[in-house]
């Protein structure tokens, strides 16, 4: 049973840096895992922000950039807005398979 | 204007079965890998299937092979998830989401439908 492990919470200033990583049970994360990143809002349906690792969608605001960082997919939230306040949900490929890491609640505060 | 509407919620006993409908509209259904996603009441989310834009390769998580089935009628724009031998534990909101053109490997999963609730209760 693969397990996609991401931080359970995490809590930023407004106008602060926070980065998200995102780590497999198989081993180091690389860009053949193609990491996506997702957003979800209370009541709402996820979100895409990223994916292929660092792509942004065109809705995607230019303060959110995907990396790999230390053998993890990483997303960093940089000059972070009140808005941002959400759960971040990162999800990796395994062969055709894909698995959602156990998300992260970002507070703004 | 993309959109997907997921439709065949409801409540069923477990063991019992129910088909979840995803109806497309405003982009050409027959050139896009599509997947279900579900996430149970206050859990995060979890893949569950995808299928190509032809229907084959199709793959499955391993708490839905053997008892749901994945389908698309490119014809009527739409997608289909057969589930057999409900259990409790497949109460979730289900998801149909939006996969990519190409290999499936880099989709981008860039539009969801808003969900359709299965409650499995006795």
């Known amino acids: 049973q693969t397990v996609v492990t991401q931080e359970p919470s995490l809590t930023v200033s407004p106008g602060g840096t926070v980065t998200l990583t995102c780590a497999s049970s198989?081993?180091?994360?690389?860009?053949?895992?193609?990491p996506n990143w997702f957003q979800q809002k209370p009541g709402q349906a996820p979100r895409a922000l990223i994916y292929?690792?660092?792509n942004k969608h065109s809705w995607t605001p230019a303060r959110f950039s995907g990396s790999l960082l230390g053998g993890k997919a990483a997303l960093t939230l940089s000059g972070v807005q009140p808005e941002d306040e959400a759960d971040y949900y990162c999800m990796l490929y395994y062969g055709g398979v894909r698995v959602f890491g156990t998300g992260t609640k970002v507070t703004v505060l | 204007e993309v959109q997907l509407v997921e439709s065949g919620g409801g409540l069923v006993k477990p063991g019992g079965s129910l088909r979840l409908s995803c109806s497309t509209s405003?982009?050409?259904?027959?050139?896009?890998?599509m997947n279900w996603v579900r996430q149970a009441p206050g859990k995060g989310l979890e893949w569950g299937s995808s299928?190509?834009?032809?229907?084959?390769?199709?793959f499955y998580a391993a708490s839905m092979e053997g008892r749901f089935t994945i389908s698309r009628d490119n014809a009527k724009n739409s997608l289909y998830l057969q589930m057999n031998s409900l259990r409790v534990e497949d109460t979730a909101v289900y998801y149909c989401?939006?996969?990519?053109?190409?290999?499936?490997?880099?989709?981008?999963?860039?539009?969801w439908g808003q969900g359709t609730m299965v409650t499995v209760s006795s």
């Open positions: 989401v939006r996969g990519g053109m190409g290999a499936t490997k880099d989709d981008t999963f860039d539009v």
């Open positions: 292929s690792t660092t």
């Open positions: 299928i190509s834009s032809t229907s084959n390769p199709i």
């Open positions: 405003g982009f050409t259904f027959s050139r896009y890998s």
């Open positions: 198989t081993g180091a994360v690389t860009s053949g895992y193609f």
